[in-house]
């Protein structure tokens, strides 16, 4: 299963952000407090539904928003989209 698209919405400091991503390597390069673990958390996420860094959905939402949204596109035999909505 390949993950093709990445989409947040009030995700830790991301307010928006799209990320297309290529079917071989993928490489987030940023200085410290930059958004590069919140990028893979979402991803966590999407996947099990849980975060592997707090046991508090609320955490995983951007301060002073009332929701966050993940929105991943995978390719698999066909393409699929999952979306996680946390309030």
Same mark, same amino acid.
Request: proline residues 0%.
């Given at each position: ?10 995700f ?26 919140? %990028? ?8 099990? /539904? &849980?975060s592997?860094? #707090?046991? *508090? =959905? %609320? ?8 929701? /966050? &949204?993940?929105?991943? #596109?995978? *390719? =698999? ?7 996680i909505?946390?309030?």
């Amino acid at each position: 299963m390949i993950l093709k698209k990445l989409c947040l919405k009030n995700f830790r400091n991301y307010t928006n952000l799209e990320l297309d991503f290529d079917k071989r390597i993928n490489i987030f390069i940023g200085n410290n407090a930059q958004g590069k673990t919140n %990028i893979l958390e979402s991803i966590y996420v999407l996947s099990l /539904t &849980k975060s592997h860094r #707090t046991n *508090k =959905d %609320i955490f995983l939402i951007k301060k002073d928003s009332l929701f /966050t &949204k993940i929105i991943g #596109t995978v *390719k =698999d035999e066909k393409e699929t989209t999952y979306e996680i909505l946390i309030n």
